[in-house]
């Protein structure tokens, strides 16, 4: 019987749902970026994915940042043909992947808020393109825009006395110490958004409060400035989650409306390739 494989893949890592029949397998693997990574890391993830697969005949649905960006689609697909027994294989992009998880077939706003961020307008089928300009220029709203705020805040002595030992846990307490490890990330823009983990349970302190609101803000004011007001925009991502409330304030302020929120979009993208009517 042939199965379906769902795939949600970001830089850092992926998320998988194989669908066979009735069972399904939910798991986890490096992720894959053309734009920014080496050929060697889909290699990688095309490893784990055989090694889960196994000889299953498979339509595979794969979501990802860097598509439609890049040239090397093809060069994907060969890669995907010579490790898997593929049956149907689609590749699109992460904000595709946001559009159907949020709203399906229905018209929406769409806001992906993770390491980085984007936005667009769905039609229910195809993207008005978003424009972000990713990093180091855009990502407003971001964890990356945040974490960078985060890291200005400790090293031009600008945080409240209360959150200085917080943030001297984390950071190293010279500057130049730290600009040294920073240089020497592979990914500096994971390493930046990582730090906002370090905000879960301070996030209603009044100086963390205004740094997610200024960010939040400068991602409305460059993404959904034209939007209608009272629209509803969906969102998805870690920071879109774990940060609900403030980006709902930020909205609420340029008077749109918070609609759908996910973390992942894996479960909705599963289920959306689940439906007959979606094949």
Same mark, same amino acid.
């Given at each position: 019987?042939?199965?379906?494989?769902?795939?949600?893949?970001?830089?850092?890592?992926s998320?998988?749902?194989?669908?066979?029949g009735?069972?399904?397998?939910?798991?986890?693997l490096?992720g894959? /970026?053309?734009v920014s990574?080496?050929p060697?890391?889909? %290699?990688?993830?095309l490893l784990?994915?055989?090694?889960?697969?196994?000889?299953?005949?498979?339509?595979?649905f794969?979501?990802?940042?860097?598509?439609?960006?890049t040239? @090397?689609?093809?060069?994907?697909?060969?890669?995907?043909?010579q490790n898997?027994?593929?049956?149907?294989?689609? #590749?699109?992009? @992460?904000?595709l992947?946001?559009?159907?998880?949020? =709203?399906? @077939?229905?018209?929406?706003?769409?806001?992906?808020?993770?390491?980085?961020?984007?936005?667009?307008?769905?039609?229910?089928?195809?993207? +008005?393109n978003?424009?972000?300009?990713?990093?180091p220029?855009?990502d407003?709203?971001?964890?990356? %825009?945040?974490?960078?705020?985060?890291?200005?805040?400790f090293y031009? /002595?600008?945080?409240?006395?209360?959150?200085?030992?917080?943030?001297?846990?984390?950071?190293p307490?010279?500057?130049?110490? #730290?600009?040294?490890?920073?240089?020497?990330?592979?990914?500096? /823009?994971?390493?930046?958004?990582?730090?906002?983990?370090?905000?879960?349970?301070?996030?209603?302190?009044?100086?963390?409060?205004? !740094?997610?609101?200024?960010?939040?803000?400068?991602f409305?004011? =460059?993404?959904?400035?034209?939007?209608?007001? /009272?629209?509803?925009?969906?969102?998805?991502?870690? !920071?879109?989650?774990?940060?609900?409330?403030?980006?709902?304030k =930020?909205?609420?302020?340029?008077?749109? +409306?918070?609609?759908?929120?996910l973390?992942?979009?894996? @479960?909705?993208l599963?289920?959306?390739?689940?439906?007959?009517?979606?094949?």
């Open positions: 019987m042939k199965a379906t494989l769902v795939g949600d893949v970001g830089a850092t890592g998320d998988w749902i194989l669908l066979d009735e069972s399904q397998v939910s798991f986890s490096p894959f /970026n053309p990574q080496a060697e890391r889909l %290699d990688e993830l784990g994915l055989a090694e889960k697969v196994g000889d299953r005949q498979v339509d595979i794969y979501y990802g940042a860097g598509i439609g960006i040239d @090397d689609t093809e060069s994907m697909y060969d890669h995907f043909r898997l027994n593929v049956q149907h294989l689609e #590749f699109a992009s @992460d904000l992947g946001a559009a159907r998880s949020l =709203c399906r @077939d229905q018209p929406g706003i769409i806001c992906i808020l993770g390491t980085g961020s984007n936005a667009c307008y769905y039609d229910g089928t195809k993207l +008005t978003g424009h972000s300009l990713g990093y220029l855009g407003e709203g971001s964890g990356m %825009d945040i974490g960078r705020r985060l890291v200005k805040a031009y /002595n600008l945080l409240p006395q209360e959150l200085k030992g917080h943030f001297s846990a984390i950071l307490a010279h500057r130049m110490d #730290f600009l040294k490890n920073f240089k020497g990330q592979k990914a500096p /823009n994971q390493y930046l958004a990582g730090l906002t983990r370090h905000l879960l349970g301070i996030e209603n302190h009044h100086f963390i409060r205004n !740094i997610l609101e200024e960010s939040f803000s400068d409305i004011e =460059c993404h959904l400035h034209d939007v209608e007001r /009272n629209s509803k925009i969906n969102a998805v991502g870690s !920071i879109a989650f774990y940060f609900c409330g403030e980006f709902e =930020c909205l609420q302020k340029h008077q749109l +409306t918070l609609g759908n929120v973390q992942k979009p894996i @479960d909705a599963a289920h959306f390739h689940h439906s007959p009517n979606t094949q």
